[in-house]
């Protein structure tokens, strides 16, 4: 990894800097998708104006992330685990920005539900709890990615079959609610969307989780039920 | 001691000597072969001894030390001698940064030392707790990867001395630290944090206090505001009228009173600055004055009842305990509905398993929510808002009553059901009820 030394001491330097702003990128994330369901559960207009105005700048520094990584490999060619980080990152930044998204749209659920001055939200307390999980399983990836530690990793893509359960589990729940009172089925689905956008975090959680396996061993795990037996030496 | 130099050139002379005598004796070529002899014979014993010299180096201790008699058993004493000297510098200069490093460990506030890239060079316990380090694993790495805020990172940037950052840490929810930098040698860093949730909390409380006092003592005053303000604008009124609004005054300036009174009653409790008295209490009388009390504001719509045996009595200050105690069945009546059938409250005093004390207020009206029990004792915590002001409460009677029991080493207990009533029980303990027959009897303070 980067511990190891290059004969350029800039070219260490330039993968440390775009590690370190991949992770400043994940903890902005993370501190939306907090705020997002902060939003969600307490309706507080600050909250969701928070997430909504901290978009672009999760926006632009994608983009800056990209721009570092395209310099990297045209000036030096990386090759072995400088490669895997590049390529690496350069997923886990795809990610991070789609999780934002999902934030966003969280939180503009939410304006709309409360907007609308639904007395009752149902399954509000499901939700929120499935979000904060979500939430917990970002910062411990983003923690794995920062220490680059494979086992946390691997177990984190095992917790993501968690929360698609909770995930029916609610959506359910949200259908015998419609069904009993079709007042609530303009709700009900905004939270559907709210639900669907939880899980999608996770999802991405996920991906994050297989990029630092790949970066860490170099052992693709995507797509595969169980990882690789070459892998569970390792971890 | 002999020196080094002359017991060799002794050596040396010895093997001259008898070389020339060797030689004188048996021609100059037998002299020199004994010389040539001697010689090597000395040559093998020093490269002998040098080469266990150079082994016994590669791991100096004293049980391997050779211990050769002569000239070369100084030379490995002299050697060995240095080592351990210099063995005995580092232990000192070992145990001193071990005690350094022990001192900051047992700091109550997190440090961190980063290097001048912000990177992990040493932190203690309590700041791997406070920022969610791992110190076996994060030692190298940069902190601001650990600790994801812009904040922190802009803050590690541009920090000055006395800056200050407050940060809720994710990973422990309702915390709150306050980080400080301080620069030292060569672009490192010193990340001090402290925990200053409770300061935050007690802020908060404070706040809450002087809002909600303001706001109780505002209401009333409202109230009589307005009147005076009507009687200025329209001097003249009916007799009827004016008397009522008076009375209405009245009554709101008496509940401004009660507070106030209440307030100086908890502020000296919480002070704690007047010794506490210690006298023994007549409950018995105590209780008497109490369902007294009671019947007056009750206007014989309640049925009052006690249980009190008449030597029932406690040691403790009367003053205090009769306010708890009247707290409690002031409640009491407060809270029990006056429909019929009429609510029921009985006072009653008992021994409980433990030996202690216990008097208790049971009623038979509206009962209280389990979620609201934990909370009552809070000041200005309100179950039920409008009827709680209604009925003239200030809110702050069972503070009162919890810094009472608190001075009392008494616990209180509330047992409740919504809709089947309550009991409020404080329990004393055991030694309080071996009074002091000798001591004055004070049944009433008041």
Known sequence: MSNSEHTSKQFDADLEDIRSRVLQMGGLVEAQLMAAIEGFSSGGEAVIDQVLTAEPRVNSYEKEIDDAIVHVVARRQPAASDLRLIMGVSKIVTDLERIGDEAEKIARMARQIYARGALTIPRSIDVRQTGNKAAMMLRRVLDAMARLDAGEAEKIIAEDKLIDTEFRGIMRQLITYMMEDPRTITTALDIVWIAKAIERVGDHAKNIAEQVIYIVHGTDVRHTAAPPAALQGNA | ?446
């Open chain 2, 1 to 446: 001691m002999i020196p080094v130099w002359f017991s060799l050139t002794l050596k040396f002379m010895s093997i001259a000597v008898v070389a020339v005598c060797v030689g004188l004796w048996q021609g100059a070529a037998a002299g020199w072969a004994a010389a040539c002899a001697g010689l090597g014979l000395l040559h093998a014993v020093h490269v002998n001894h040098l080469s266990r010299m150079e082994r016994w180096l590669i791991n100096p201790s004293a049980d391997t030390l050779p211990d050769p008699s002569g000239t070369w058993g100084l030379v490995f004493a002299g050697v060995y001698r240095a080592l351990r000297l210099e063995a005995r510098k580092r232990d000192a200069v070992d145990r001193e940064l071990e005690l350094f490093t022990q001192a900051a460990q047992a700091l109550p506030d997190g440090i961190v030392m980063l290097d001048s890239g912000d990177q992990l060079l040493w932190c203690n316990e309590t700041a791997a707790k406070h920022l969610g380090l791992n110190p076996s694993t994060d030692y190298g790495l940069r902190i601001t990867n650990i600790v994801r805020v812009a904040r922190l990172a802009a803050f590690l940037q541009s920090a000055k001395r006395d800056d200050i950052l407050d940060y809720r840490p994710a990973h422990n929810p309702g915390q709150t630290l306050s980080l400080e930098v301080i620069p030292f040698s060569d672009g490192r860093k010193l990340l001090v944090s402290f925990d200053i949730t409770l300061i935050e909390r007690a802020d908060t409380t404070r706040r809450d206090f002087i809002a909600n006092v303001s706001h109780e003592l505002r209401t009333p005053l409202t109230v009589i505001h307005g009147f005076l303000e009507h009687m200025t604008d329209a001097p003249v009124q009916p007799a009827e009228q004016a008397r009522r609004h008076i009375g209405m005054m009245v009554q709101q300036s008496n509940r401004m009173l009660k507070l106030v009174d209440d307030l100086l009653m908890l502020s000296r409790l919480e002070g704690g600055d007047a010794p506490q008295r210690e006298e023994r209490v007549d409950v018995y009388a105590m209780a008497h004055m109490l369902v007294e009390d009671a019947r007056a504001l009750s206007a014989g719509r309640h049925t009052i009842e006690m249980a009190v045996a008449p030597d029932a009595c406690i040691t403790g200050s009367a003053e205090e305990l009769r306010s708890a105690f009247g707290n409690l069945v002031s409640n009491a009546v407060r809270y029990t509905p006056t429909t019929l059938p009429p609510g029921r409250i009985t006072l009653a005093w008992r021994t409980n398993e433990k030996g202690g004390a216990l008097f208790s207020v049971t009623d038979t009206g509206i009962g209280i929510a389990a979620e609201h029990i934990p909370r009552l004792t809070e000041r200005f915590y309100r179950v039920d808002r409008g009827r709680s002001r209604e009925t003239g409460g200030t809110g702050l009677g069972l503070a009162i009553v919890k810094h009472v029991l608190l001075r009392h080493q008494a616990t209180l207990e509330i047992q409740s059901e919504p809709g089947a009533g309550c009991e409020f029980r404080i329990v004393f303990p055991p030694w309080r009820s071996v009074t002091d027959v000798s001591a004055p009897v004070a049944a009433d303070a008041a």
